[in-house]
T-cell receptor, first 115, second 115 residues
Framework: GAGVSQSPRYKVAKRGQDVALRCDPI?????LFWYQQALGQGPEFLTY????????KSGLPSDRFFAERPEGSVSTLKIQRTQQEDSAVYLC?????????????FGPGTRLTVL | AQSVTQPDIHITVSEGASLELRCNYS??????LFWYVQSPGQGLQLLLK??????LVQGIKGFEAEFKRSQSSFNLRKPSVHWSDAAEYFC?????????????FGKGTKLSVIP
């Protein structure tokens, strides 16, 4: 079956531009996570959705970052007024249920480069 | 707060040699522990996970890991490395209680395999 997909795969933005990154989770997966992976680092948690509810946004680095999942499936991560330090790979993951024991399935990521 | 340490940034082994990648975690309760592999341009793929029970867990691609509570470790092993195992490996800890189930990752260990 289809896995987690993300688009675009690559995004180049000029400093100050707004960007929107899309995640299509595995159909039926309740939980959805966004992570940020800087070059040479491990992924770091940004935010978590359970269906359409954003239950944890403690990892969002600033109020320029905003995420939504209005119908409990597709999610969008929006970054306003991008800065060079926002350059990273943004990973989306989905999980079947709300248990921490469930595997998180990761998408290929969107590589954002801010010039 | 939970944390993961992978002390080896880069490891090089010869094809056919054995492999051990180290992981130490910090978490107040019994953790959920994971090993993921990331190949260039690819998403993270789960190799194995530990929740409870037998402390030696088997995963895909011939990998295994042993949970040692006394040492707060969850080291990954493989008896004979193949060239296709060259990739970056991430250890992660997840919450076992209620709440947001994000993973906390280590910084990763890059594995190079000499033919």
């Amino acid at each position: 079956g289809a896995g987690v997909s993300q688009s675009p795969r690559y995004k180049v933005a000029k400093r100050g531009q707004d960007v929107a990154l899309r995640c299509d989770p595995i159909s039926g997966h309740v939980s959805l996570f966004w992570y940020q992976q800087a070059l040479g680092q491990g992924p770091e948690f940004l935010t978590y959705f359970q269906n359409e509810a954003q239950l944890d946004k403690s990892g969002l680095p600033s109020d320029r970052f905003f995420a939504e999942r209005p119908e409990g499936s597709v999610s969008t991560l929006k970054i306003q007024r991008t800065q060079q330090e926002d350059s990273a790979v943004y990973l989306c993951a989905s999980s079947l249920s709300t248990s921490g024991a469930n595997e998180q399935f990761f998408g290929p990521g969107t590589r954002l480069t801010v010039l | 707060a939970q944390s993961v340490t992978q002390p080896d940034i880069h490891i090089t082994v010869s094809e056919g040699a054995s492999l051990e990648l180290r992981c130490n975690y910090s978490y107040g309760a019994t953790p959920y522990l994971f090993w993921y592999v990331q190949s260039p341009g690819q998403g993270l793929q789960l190799l194995l996970k530990y929740f409870s029970g037998d402390t030696l867990v088997q995963g895909i691609k011939g990998f295994e890991a042993e949970f040692k509570r006394s040492q707060s470790s969850f080291n990954l092993r493989k008896p004979s490395v193949h060239w296709s195992d060259a990739a970056e490996y991430f250890c992660a800890v997840g919450r076992s209680g209620a709440g947001s189930y994000q993973l906390t990752f280590g910084k990763g260990t890059k594995l190079s395999v000499i033919p």
